[in-house]
């Protein structure tokens, strides 16, 4: 068994140090990771100690990380290999704590993704993307797909698919936006983001106002491209093969890099992507 790490003086007086030079808490975290400090005691450590510190005295350009959220969390206690969720079963393929990374086998049946592909394909926009500016939508280079919105509950597979989901990762439907299903030719990608609204933006007041903030993601593979499309995330190295009917999820209990959530969709390579994405609210999403 290892020894907890022992927050001691020395390290707090560091982290004060680090504030005073005008360091951003997410660079002191990583930082602190790098020497060997697990996640959780370094963001204790890095809380507590900031909050004493400001506290008696204002430090520009040092916020504070923002405080965590309830987060959706699929039930993966004794570590079982497969779940019933609401009308089927579903198998666990992969389960990481940090980032919170859960990728699940056969979420959705074949005649389910090929019925959502069908649903969606007469409705396809190029995608667009959040303005932190004003909160409103616009295409980004960044963002190369083609994409729709299904209103939440507007058929039968919509409902079934949703309240699935939200048995799987007991969330209640309600606090979840609606389908987006994407479609990827060869070259297309998304290139890595975070899926949490940056509430200091000007825009996102607006946004938060629908049903607060993002907290999880579910990404779900409606075909099996050729080569290529995966799901990556830079910061901790994984790249998730898109499966027809496998999905994966990630939660972010803060809107902040330290959740490593950074993620991306990687180029598609040789024939085309299809995939429908679940977004989680902290609220009911309005």
């Known amino acids: 068994m290892s020894t907890p790490q022992a927050v001691t003086p020395e390290l707090r007086q560091w982290i004060i140090e680090q504030a005073r030079a005008g360091c951003r808490p997410e660079d002191v975290l990583a930082s602190m990771r790098a020497s060997g400090w697990a996640e959780d005691v370094a963001i204790e450590a890095l809380e507590q100690t900031l909050q004493q510190f ?19 969390e699929p039930a993966l206690a004794g570590a079982p290999s ?6 089927r079963e579903v198998t666990v393929l992969l389960a990481m704590r940090q980032p919170r990374v859960v ?49 939440r509950g507007e058929s039968p597979l919509c409902e079934r698919i949703e309240a699935r989901i939200a048995a799987l990762l007991h969330w209640p439907v309600e606090n979840g936006e ?4 994407l479609h990827y030719r060869p070259g297309a990608e998304y290139r890595p983001h975070h899926d949490y609204f940056d509430p200091a933006q000007p825009g996102m007041a607006a946004v938060l106002r629908r049903g607060g903030q993002r907290v999880g993601t579910l990404v779900m593979y409606l075909n099996t491209p050729e080569q290529g499309g995966g799901t990556t995330f830079p910061d901790v190295g994984l790249e998730v093969a898109p499966i027809k009917g496998n999905a994966v999820f990630f939660s972010y ?12 969709g990687a180029p598609v390579i040789a024939g085309d992507k299809w995939v429908a994405t679940k977004w989680l609210r902290e609220g009911e999403f309005v």
């Open 178 to 181: 609606g389908l987006q299903v």
């Open 103 to 151: 990728v699940f086998g056969g979420l959705l049946s074949d005649a389910e993704c090929e019925a959502l592909v069908a649903a969606a394909a007469p409705r396809l926009v190029r995608s667009e993307t959040v303005v932190n500016e004003t909160g409103g939508n616009e295409v980004n280079a960044a963002r190369t797909s083609q994409g729709m919105f299904f209103s």
């Open 82 to 87: 497969r779940l019933w969720v609401h009308d």
């Open 54 to 72: 400001l506290g008696s005295q204002p430090v520009a350009g040092a916020p504070l990380l923002p405080p965590p959220s309830r987060v959706p």
């Open 253 to 264: 209990e803060r809107a902040h890099p330290s959740t490593r959530t950074l993620h991306g």
